[in-house]
């Protein structure tokens, strides 16, 4: 019914830049919030950054002021620009968004991307 793919995963040396996309399509009537998590080799999935509709924002605090989300409404997507990687960086990231479906106005659904690696090592 609704699908999220990500993008622009991939392999960087410790300082440098990578930036994820991740657009949602189908029988949406409104996302809500929207966010990237992610997940370690043998560790619980984290949130790693989300964004509302009306742009507000919130960041774990291992990547404030080096990751930013932002969204485009009119294309919903979602993007998370990440700088200055660290080793500890990688992971597999997720996109997740709260959807209004088509079918079911009175009801918010969370569906998730399928992820995408990031590698952060010399």
């Known amino acids: 019914q609704v699908q999220l793919v990500e993008s622009g995963g991939g392999w960087v040396q410790p300082g440098g830049s990578l930036r994820l996309s991740c657009a949602a399509s189908?029988?949406?009537?409104?996302?809500?919030?929207m966010g990237w998590y992610r997940q370690a080799p043998g560790k619980q999935r984290e949130l790693v950054a989300a964004?509302?509709?009306?742009?507000?924002?919130n960041y774990a605090d291992s990547v404030k002021g080096r990751f930013t989300i932002s969204r485009d409404n009119a294309k919903n997507t979602v993007y998370l620009q990440m700088n200055s990687l660290k080793p500890e960086d990688t992971a597999v990231y997720y996109c997740?968004?709260?959807?209004?479906?088509?079918?079911?106005?009175?009801?918010?659904?969370?569906?998730w991307g399928q992820g995408t690696q990031v590698t952060v090592s010399s």
């Open positions: 189908g029988s949406i009537f409104s996302i809500n919030a």
């Open positions: 997740m968004g709260l959807v209004v479906v088509t079918t079911h106005l009175n009801m918010e659904y969370d569906y």
């Open positions: 964004i509302t509709s009306g742009g507000s924002t």
